[in-house]
Structures are given as C-alpha cells and as structure tokens.
C-alpha cells in the first residue's frame, strides 16, 4: 500500500489535484528522498498519530462541532513527511523545522491543535510545548483549540488540566504554554516543540530565536511555522520565503528543513482560472473554505483597492507592495462642475485641516452639500512658506507654488514659517464673505495649540482625528468610492489634485489602510489628501446632524 506522501504526489501527477510550481517542486524532492540511503521512512509514529487525530480530536467550531477531524490528503502527506522521515544513521527524526504557507481559512489552526493534542495524551512525557506569534491573541488560537479538544476528551480532568497560562497533562509531566512578544522574559524556557502561527506578523526573529534557544537541549526539537502571507516587507515571514524557496531549489542543502508553499504561480490565473485558486488554497476542493464565499470577495476585490490587496495577500497569499499607488489619475481627473462659494451663501459647512509642521506645507478644506444631491462639494485653500518656494525636490515631485499663489489655491507666508493662527482666520472669512458657518472642524493633534487656540477665539468646535489606521482607515475606504463614484467636486484644485496623485495606500494585516507618501519620498505631498480622508471621518461622525442642516 502506498504511503499518504505516495498517494498525494499521485494526486498531484494524475491532475486531480492542482498545486503551484514550489509545491511541486518539494513534492518531487520528497519522492526522490524515498529511495536516498540517508533516509529511513518509517510511518508508524506518523499513523499513530493521524489515527488518533481522526478518532479522538473533536472540533469547537460549527460546521464542525464536536466532529473529529479529517485530515486531508494534504494534510496527511505533510505529517507523515514530517514523521516519518528519519536519518539513516542516528534513527532520529530528520525535520526539525517545517513551514506551512497556506491561504486563510484552509484549516491550518485546526491541524496543528489537532497535533498538540496528540501529544498531551500519547505524546513522550516530561516535555513542554509551546504555541507562539506575535501577539498573544494571535498564540492563543491554537493554543485555545488544543484545550477544547482536552476538555472535550477528558472533560472530568481525569488526567489534565488546564488554566490561565497552561494546559497540562499531570500523568506525564506535560504542559503547553504560550509565547508572544508580549511575554516580558523570553529566557529560562525548555520546548521540545514550538507552533509558529502568523509569522507574517514578525518584523524581526526575537520570538523565533528564543524559541529555538528554548528547544537548544533537545536531539530531535520540532519548529513548525504556519502563516499567510502578509505585509510587512522584509520582515520574518520573507527572510524564510526566501530561505525556503533556495532549499527547494537546491541552492541551500538544509535537509532538515520542510518547506510546503502553497502559492499561486501569477496573479493573472486568479481572475482568469478558477480552478487555479487551488494552488493557495489546498482545501478548497473539499469545502473546508467556501468557494461561494471567495467567489464574492473575487467581485468586490475587481473594483475596490483595499479589498484587493488584502484578498491577493491573505487568500492567494501574493505579496502586495505595502503602500501602492492608491488611486489612478481616472479616479480623481474627471469633468465637474465649476461651483462658487457664492452658491452656498448661508450654509453650513464641516471642516478639517492637516497642520504641517509651520516650516511646511498646510491644508484646510470644507465640505458643503446640498438637497437632494448627492455631491459632496469640497473647497480647499493651502499655505506653505516663502522659504519651500525653491525647493528642487518638490519642483521634481510636481509642485508649481508660484503658479497655484497666483490661482488663489495658495498662500505664501514670509520668511520660513507659517502662521498656524491665519488657516482659523480663513474659516472665519468664510463665514465673514459668504455666511458659511461652520458646525465641526477636524484635526490632527500636531502643531495644533495656536491654531485651536485662534478656533476657539472664534467659537469654532474642533475634534480631534487621531491620523492612524484604527481611526482613517474607514474614511479613506469612502473616499475612494465617492471619487470613482464622482461624488466628489473639489473645483478641479491642481494642488488637491496633485496631493491625490502623490498618495499611496498601506495596509496592515486586518485590512485597515492608512494614506502615506508613494516609496515613502517627502517631497510627494499628501496634505490635502489627508485632509479630505479628516474632512470625511468628520462627515462620518456628523452626518446625522449635519444633513439637517443642509438646504
């Protein structure tokens, strides 16, 4: 009878199921390595353990509540690999460090409490185990699952226990424990085996390296890494890509390391082949992840920036740049309607300022509405002083100061300050021209104190807009939908439109996007983007009050 490695390379030959060239790649490697004399493999442990697994592992989650689990052909190949593969002359265990690179929401948590769990009940005695990320919420996930499934096998704790901080087996001496980057001392610890989960999340090896130190007096220690993609560039997770990718191709002779790399070959074949989607996503074909479900995400993902970064990185786990272009010149270069603040005489307006250092550039905008209309008028004034006037960087990035002071978009402040107290003096003339009142202003806490202190001789109400992911990311998500909806007419301003241009979008792991410089170079302003995204979270605070107010 063939082995589980035997029939899942099978699988992969005959066509029945599809993988990326990586895992092909290590696959064949795999195949090859049965009939190399280092090797012995012998799949009792492994069978043992997947036998246990699949009688006596039960599931918490619906659909699968109190279900044992089912390891998938996949998933059976990469346990007895891992198993069953011995060194020849020492008769230990050859891999001692395994990395999963899966798509979310294929089962990978679930597999790996199913593996902890094993070894609480049947595993060798007197040995700690540790579940790690980078933070603890992220550590707890499997090390939560792990105590479900004791609690559901030996709910009277006949022979384990499990509290706050660890999950035991008493009989045998066995405890499982958590590690994040929160642990305060990382020292002192003795794993024989550690789960890795999310390390996309890891800027840096601190957490890896202390577990390793941890595993240091063990002959056969076990580090299995499992993780998505994610976004940070050059952090963990892609230093053990590319480490990865180089044993597979032979570059590096690492016979102790197990890579499987679950991956797409291009992103071309997502929007074009279905059944490609395979590739990141092993579990797919047996309804583990909802192909209904990714088929939705595949729509909203074709016409939304954020949506799509996050899909391509966490489903089909293709690295995106983390601060793209957010928005191409057709999302904010269309036809409007030239408008006068004349037309608006009388009414109410939000407001919002991006408040620059005073030896830099500054932006305040209002927000104006009408009945029965759907656009959001948006006026703009900017202030920068006389001294960025030369600057050759900003001429190179676009910026034409003296030919936007002479459209009336700018205001030139001498010497190499600005006057912080004159951007509350332009909401006061609007008010003084036009009878526009203005009902809530945001801003950002920096350099703020004079120009609240101006608002406030005023009675203007301001609010604070903390400028971080948690609190711009839903604004600027609407931003973007109203400008490719042309909702918004901001008068064709060149400055608003060049901010526009320089803006990029950088995403976190959750999804929350946050508007920075385009590779991060700083003569490409942004201010009045980032004011627009303020004026928006301003507008989503108050929309309520402020839409009675509008005639």
């Not at 203007?460 to 400008?483: G, H, T």
Request: include cysteine; charged fraction near 30%.
């Amino acid at each position: 009878m063939k082995t589980y490695l035997e029939q899942y390379w099978d699988l992969i030959t005959s066509g029945q199921v599809i993988v990326g060239q990586w895992l092909r790649m290590e696959m064949q490697n795999l195949i090859n390595d049965l009939n190399d004399d280092r090797y012995i493999y012998d799949t009792t442990e492994a069978h043992k353990r997947i036998r246990f697994q699949e009688s006596l592992c039960l599931q918490s989650k619906a659909p699968f509540y109190m279900k044992p689990v089912v390891l998938m052909p996949w998933q059976k190949a990469w346990w007895e690999a891992i198993y069953s593969f011995k060194m020849a002359d020492t008769k230990q265990r050859r891999f001692i460090e395994g990395l999963l690179e899966i798509a979310r929401k294929n089962g990978k948590s679930t597999m790996f409490a199913a593996d902890g769990n094993t070894d609480l009940f049947i595993g060798q005695g007197g040995v700690s185990i540790c579940t790690a990320s980078n933070d603890d919420r992220q550590a707890k996930f499997i090390w939560s699952e792990i105590g479900g499934m004791r609690s559901r096998l030996d709910p009277k704790k006949t022979i384990t226990s499990q509290n706050l901080v660890e999950i035991r087996n008493n009989l045998k001496n066995i405890d499982i424990i958590r590690l994040s980057s929160k642990t305060q001392n990382m020292d002192g610890f003795n794993f024989i085996k550690v789960y890795l989960d999310e390390s996309h999340d890891m800027a840096d090896d601190e957490i890896a390296e202390a577990c390793w130190r941890a595993m240091s007096t063990h002959d056969e220690p076990l580090f299995l890494n499992c993780s998505t993609n994610g976004f940070i560039v050059d952090g963990y997770l892609d230093k053990k890509l590319d480490y990865a990718k180089k044993v597979i191709l032979g570059e590096i002779d690492d016979i102790h390391f197990l890579p499987f790399l679950y991956e797409q070959d291009s992103e071309q074949e997502i929007w074009t082949d279905e059944a490609s989607w395979e590739k990141s996503n092993p579990s797919i074909r047996y309804g583990v992840k909802k192909i209904a479900k990714l088929r939705r995400d595949i729509e909203v993902a074709k016409v939304d920036k954020s949506s799509r970064m996050h899909l391509l990185t966490k489903d089909f786990n293709i690295k995106q740049n983390n601060a793209q272009a957010w928005l191409t010149l057709e999302d904010y270069d269309y036809p409007v309607e030239v408008y006068s603040l004349e037309d608006f005489r009388g009414a109410y307006c939000l407001g919002a300022v991006d408040l620059s250092a005073t030896t830099d550039l500054s932006n305040a905008k209002i927000l104006l509405m009408k009945q029965d209309d759907k656009t959001k008028y948006v006026y703009s004034h900017y202030w920068i002083p006389e001294s960025k006037l030369e600057s050759s960087d900003d001429k190179a990035a676009g910026a034409k100061y003296l030919e936007w002071a002479k459209q009336g978009i700018l205001t030139i402040h001498d010497g190499n300050e600005i006057d912080v107290s004159q951007i509350a003096d332009w909401f006061y003339q609007l008010y003084a021209n036009y009878e526009i009142k203005l009902y809530k202003c945001g801003y950002d806490q920096r350099y703020a104190k004079t120009f609240l202190d101006k608002m406030d001789f005023y009675n203007f109400e301001c609010e604070m807009i903390y400028q971080n992911r948690n609190v711009m990311s839903s604004p600027m998500k609407l931003v973007e939908a109203d400008l490719k909806a042309r909702y918004i007419n901001y008068n064709r301003n060149e400055m608003d439109m060049w901010c526009l241009g320089n803006a990029s979008m950088e995403m976190d792991n959750l999804g929350n996007v946050m508007c920075v410089k385009i590779d991060n170079q700083k003569s490409r302003r942004i201010d009045g983007a980032v004011t627009l995204i303020i004026l928006y979270e301003v507008f989503r605070r108050y929309r309520n009050d402020f839409m009675l107010m509008v005639r």
